[in-house]
């Protein structure tokens, strides 16, 4: 049902997360599938895709997700849906991880606006399945990631729905426009008062250049995004620094999600900034109902 024009429909936040190097030092898959069918160095792995995707002109998620197919048949290991599920409770996690949605909710609702709800995404590159059996799963309002097609013995045969760094974009726009699901379409008009969560009330948390579209156009639009780097990684340093110096994101910070944390701190701040907007719209819209209707 469309929103009622005597309503105000923008009390929305939405925090977007990108996972691998995000909430987790390492790719999922080197927590998960690539152990189990006997690659112990992620990096062998992911050459292996580079060259691979050099060699035959691929695109490099596709290429990653069919050499990992190709590579557990060869092992004989079902890459299945209940499989890729159980493994997730392999997944390590930065500190602080895993009370950080729970605990930042809570902040929004008691702290700052009880009539504000805060959502978690996910919108990653890597396996859906593997993410929806996480620990931290159950915070996410919707996830959005690769996945896979599976035949009649449930067994993973082809990509079916492929995330890089430019598709990202386009869960971005379902996030602002509220059509999250695939068979939507996005790409007819729809105006900003009907857009249940504005672009300044997105927050988008990423690690580096493959969330630099994402982090483009929320920043465009009015929205906010911070970039972590994973403690003493010099080089996830130097790329933050990059995307600070070119504006792509507002700020900078350790990957470390504990309570008070410099990302603890600088998350709260833009939340505070968010909820203070709303209030203001939410004023302004309420003046205009009561006085110019």
Known sequence: ?????????????????????????QPMQEYTVLPEIGIKRGKKFWDAVTKE????????????????????????YPVTPKVLKSLAKNIDYYPGVQPFFK?????????????????????????KEIISGASIAKHFYKIFASEYYYNEYDEATFPKVIVNDTVKTQ?????????????????????MALRPIPFQNILYVGDGLTDVPCMTVIRKNGGYAIAVYRPNDRKGLRTCKELLKAERVNFI??????KNKQLDRLVKLLLNNMVEGIRYHREAFNQSIKYLS
């Open 171 to 191: 869960f971005i726009f379902r996030i602002n426009k509220g059509k999250e699901s695939l068979h939507e379409n996005i790409n007819l008009h729809m105006p």
């Open 53 to 76: 995707a050099l060699r035959t002109g691929g695109e490099e998620i596709v290429t990653y997700m069919r050499l990992m197919i190709e590579m557990s048949k060869n092992k004989r």
């Open 253 to 258: 910070a350790e990957a470390d999600y504990r």
């Open 1 to 25: 049902m469309p929103p009622s024009k005597d309503t105000f429909v923008h009390n929305i936040i939405a925090i977007v997360f990108d996972f691998d190097g995000t909430l987790t030092p």
């Open 103 to 127: 605990r930042i909710g809570n902040y929004v609702k008691t702290q700052l606006d009880e009539e504000v709800e805060l959502r978690h995404y996910i919108i990653s590159a890597g396996l």
